[in-house]
Each structure stands twice: as C-alpha cells, then as structure tokens.
C-alpha cells in the first residue's frame, strides 16, 4: 500500500528565509504527486504537481518542487517565504487506477510557522 | 478548475443524530470523493461516490455509518449516520475532472457532536 511521511510535524522559518518542506512516498509504480496548502478554517488548495516529464515543477505562489525518485522524495521548497505562507502543508500522493487524484494519500502534514 | 460548494461549512450535532453534508460541482466532473480530516490529523479517504451506483469504501468505513448519494456528474451527499463526539471532523468533497487530472477541494464541513 502506498504511503506518504512528513518528517518535520512544525516549522518555523523568519519572514523571508528560504523554505524546504520534505516529504518521502511509499509507491509501487510511478506516482502522483501533489503538494496542498490548508490555511485555518480553509480547504485545500493545489500548490502543484507532478505527473510526469521534468522532475522539477513549478507551483502557485512561488513555490517549486522537485521530485526524485532515487530517494522516493517530493520535498517543496520556495526561495523566500512572506508571513502569508503560514498554514499547514500536506504532501500527497495518487493511487486510482485512473491516475491523477484519484484516490489520495495524504501525509501527517506540516505546520508552519513565520516569524516576522 | 472546478469550483466546488459545500454546505452546510459547518453544525453542532447532538449525538444519536444524522447529518448530510451536501457538495455541488459547477461542471460535470468523472469523480468524487469524499475525506475525513479529524481533529489535528490529516485527510482519510471515506469513500468515492460513484454516480448511478453504490459507492466505494475504503477500510474501515461502511455505508451504514456513512450513506453516500451520486445522482449525477455534479451533485454528491455523504450523511453522517448516528453520530458520536468521535465523528466531530472536518468532512471535503473532493473532485477530479478526468483521468489523470488533480484532486480540487472544497471547502469542508466542520463537524461537532456534543
């Protein structure tokens, strides 16, 4: 069965500072891959994905992330982080038959936190 | 991207009671679905709503605590049946438009049972 770990559960960075969110999956076949961001009370909003093709994707504000199969990895990463990206990050991946986000499995999640 | 409602986005239930939750998609869309988030934790896949037919459950869910309805290609309800403090959740709907296309999100009902 596929799974998902987010090792870091909180993390907090200075407005600013660069950001690297690590997530590891646990996938027989070529997976799908996606990054979400929940804000509190909110649901969930697409950051990015990977399909297929360019291992390195790129996503809604500013975020990138890059995906490396040698080390079953899909960690996020953005340049410099703004007070507004605090929120909670889930890293998930897809295993339907049809593919996509059929069917997700989501990580535990990452809190963070941005000081000012 | 599929715009996706909710409703009710939140209700305090007393236990013993049903709830159902509602989402509207406002394109047809191939699936749906359906996640529980409790309190502090991350998202469960409940079930896929299947349009036309009964539903899919994942482990540990069954359709007689968590009826879901698919009337067509834009309209899901999932009921929460005889609740418990321990259904208090967040429920999503979640929609894909096709084959090897992303998972959108509503909103969510935030669920409380006292």
């Known amino acids: 069965a596929q799974s998902v770990t987010q090792p870091d559960i909180h993390i907090t960075v200075s407005e600013g500072a660069s950001l690297e969110l690590r997530c590891n999956y646990s996938?027989?076949?070529?997976?799908?891959l996606f990054w979400y961001v929940q804000s509190p009370g909110q649901g969930l909003q697409l950051l990015l994905k990977?399909?297929?093709?360019?291992?390195l994707v790129q996503g809604i504000k500013g975020f990138e992330a890059e995906f490396k199969r040698s080390q079953s990895s899909f960690n996020l990463r953005k340049p410099s982080v703004h007070w507004s990206d605090a929120a909670e990050y889930f890293c998930?991946?897809?295993?339907?038959?049809?593919?996509?986000?059929?069917?997700?499995?989501f990580g535990t999640g990452t809190q963070l936190k941005v000081e000012l | 991207s599929a715009v996706i409602s909710q409703k009710p986005s939140r209700d305090i239930c007393q236990r013993g009671t049903s709830l159902t939750i509602q989402c509207q998609v406002d394109?047809?869309?191939?699936?749906m679905f359906w996640y529980r988030q409790q309190p502090g934790q991350s998202l469960t896949l409940i079930a896929t709503?299947?349009?036309?037919?009964?539903?899919?459950?994942e482990s540990g869910f069954v359709i007689d605590k968590f009826p879901i309805s698919r009337p067509n290609l834009t309209f899901s309800t999932l009921t929460v049946s005889n609740m418990s403090p321990e259904d208090s959740s967040i429920y999503l709907c979640?929609?894909?438009?096709?084959?090897?296309?992303?998972?959108?999100f509503g909103q969510g009902t935030r669920l409380t049972v006292v």
């Open positions: 979640s929609v894909c438009e096709g084959m090897n296309t992303e998972a959108f």
């Open positions: 996938y027989g076949a070529t997976p799908y």
């Open positions: 990977y399909f297929s093709g360019d291992t």
């Open positions: 998930a991946v897809g295993a339907g038959l049809t593919g996509g986000g059929n069917k997700l499995t």
């Open positions: 394109s047809q869309v191939t699936m």
């Open positions: 709503a299947n349009q036309g037919s009964e539903a899919t459950y």
